[in-house]
């Protein structure tokens, strides 16, 4: 009877074992101000744009038509770290000279850390973008970030010398960041600085293309003949647009009418003179090779490694970055163009591969495919959707609504106090706070100003939202059930505004 015993309970931890084993590993690769039209498997895209190892990966996995990750960086990065949209988020707030923020972990705990305590190694690796306070020790086993928050004055180095955070030291490091970022994170794969027992999630922020969008030496002009066609609406008047598109106008026409960028200004580098917008155009497009080229040597040390088949594999960016669509040079503002990022998630071992999902989906819901995936559970509400299904079958019908929203420099409950009091907004760059929602072929905007009022656009027909369809007779009953869908997700996700929709 005893030796019975003893052979269950060993049967019974070699289950365990072998059931851990199979936990998958997570390489969540983030781009920065990442275009959809930068992205070559991206219908829409420059037919000049070459990024064969994102293709490849598309080929080998799901790419989804829309994702709504994050107006700007640290909101999208904090979605994604706590699987809640920022009205949700509590003690974040912009602090000091910017980039400088800060947050409780304690009233804002994030995901990896629930990670950790439930048998995952976490690395991070690029850009840190989230508070002063990076968390390795309490929410990362290893990390190497550039942590701009503490460090203003290097805060705008994307290009050149960095000042790292190493496991929590802190380094100068010179070469070009891109290929940094994707060095450690080979070291990482092939079993460096971690516990080769556990399963581990990975999150490699690079941080291009944003500007100054300096490419590599190797891949300087390598776009210079590129033919760039200039958007329909890079100049007024736009009809039915809100009026503070009149003080977001980013383009100037130049002596032979061709569209000038004014001085300055984080997409560009210039200090003198401004730059022609197909010479900035090419130059966004020639920083995406040195990512493409990391992505297929990161899926290149899994497969050597033996750990592709066990690796979910998702390739997306913080957000989207207009290239001159609505007279813009930024993120932002509600419009795809803006908005809108490439997302592809991968594993073939277990999902479709080659295959397109055309639903629309945001941060929490890939937050909350993480948590299912690696069966971590957390001790606090997410506010995302899981997304097996769809991965399962990427032509599903999705009866979810896709709810996003832009709520500038504020977080948690002082959005709420913002937009009930009428307080004037910390709306970040000129835009205003805005909750918006897609659901099939249509998208309603609601600015939470008071003053800019709505939107609505028919993606299928119009995917370069030109045309404002608030006013259309004919779509007074889709703007009521999309105002109702907006409502239903505020109210979801714990807003304290959802009144303020009528």
Not at 131 to 139: K, L, V
Not at 234 to 242: E, H, L, N, Q, V
Not at 255 to 275: C, I, L, N
Not at 326 to 331: A, C, E, L, Q, V
């Amino acid at each position: 009877m005893k030796a019975f015993i003893v052979t269950l309970l060993c049967t019974f931890a070699l289950q365990m074992l072998a059931a851990e084993a199979k936990r998958p590993n997570i390489l969540f690769i983030y781009a920065d101000d990442q275009s959809t039209k930068t992205v070559g498997c991206y219908p829409g895209s420059w037919p000049w744009v070459k990024t064969p190892n994102i293709d490849a990966l598309a080929s080998n996995g799901v790419r989804f038509h829309a994702a709504y990750l994050g107006s700007w960086c640290m909101p999208s990065r904090a979605t994604m770290l706590t699987g809640r949209f920022p009205h949700g988020i509590e003690s974040m707030s912009m602090e000091g000279k910017y980039p400088g923020s800060t947050y409780d972990p304690k009233q804002c705990p994030f995901i990896p850390a629930e990670m950790r305590r439930q048998g995952y190694h976490t690395a991070q690796i690029g850009k840190w973008h989230t508070g002063t306070d990076t968390g390795w020790g309490r929410d990362w086993d290893h990390q190497i970030v550039w942590n701009r928050p503490l460090h203003p004055e290097n805060a705008g180095a994307y290009y050149e010398t960095q000042i790292m955070s190493v496991d929590g030291k802190e380094q100068t490091i010179e070469g070009y960041p891109a290929d940094n970022y994707t060095q450690w994170s080979l070291d990482y794969i092939r079993g460096k600085n971690r516990d080769t027992a556990k399963p581990w999630y990975l999150w490699v922020c690079y941080g291009s293309v944003h500007g100054p969008s300096i490419p590599a030496k190797r891949h300087k002009g390598a776009y210079k003949n590129a033919e760039v066609p200039v958007p329909a609406d890079i100049f007024p008047p736009r009809a039915d647009k809100p009026g503070y598109l009149n003080k977001t106008q980013a383009w100037t026409k130049g002596p032979d009418g061709h569209p000038m960028a004014g001085k300055g200004g984080e997409a560009f580098g210039e200090s003198k003179r401004g730059k022609r917008f197909d010479d900035w155009v090419r130059q966004v497009n020639e920083c995406v090779p040195a990512i493409d080229e990391g992505v297929g040597q990161l899926i290149a040390a899994l497969k050597e490694s033996g750990q592709y088949d066990n690796t979910l594999i998702i390739y997306t960016a913080d957000q989207g970055f207009s290239m001159g669509e609505h007279g813009f040079r930024t993120k932002l503002a509600p419009y795809d163009a803006n908005y809108r990022s490439p997302l592809i998630i991968s594993m073939p071992s277990r999902f479709p591969t080659g295959k397109v999902c055309a639903a629309s989906v945001n941060a929490p819901d890939l937050a909350a495919t993480f948590l299912s995936i690696t069966g971590v559970k957390v001790p606090w509400q997410t506010h995302g959707r899981d997304l097996i299904p769809l991965l399962e079958k990427p032509e599903t019908a999705w009866p979810h609504p896709c709810y996003y929203e832009h709520m500038g420099n504020e977080y948690g409950s002082k959005v709420s106090q913002t937009i009930l009091t009428g307080a004037k907004q910390d709306n970040h760059q000129g835009v205003p706070l805005y909750s918006a929602v897609v659901q099939g072929q249509f998208k309603l905007v609601h600015y939470l100003d008071g003053v800019s009022g709505e939107e609505l656009y028919d993606l299928k027909n119009d995917p370069e939202e030109l045309k404002n369809l608030i006013n259309d007779p004919s779509q007074v009953s889709r703007i009521s059930e999309l105002r109702t869908a907006m409502k239903a997700e505020l109210k979801r996700t714990e807003s304290g505004f959802t009144d303020f929709v009528k």
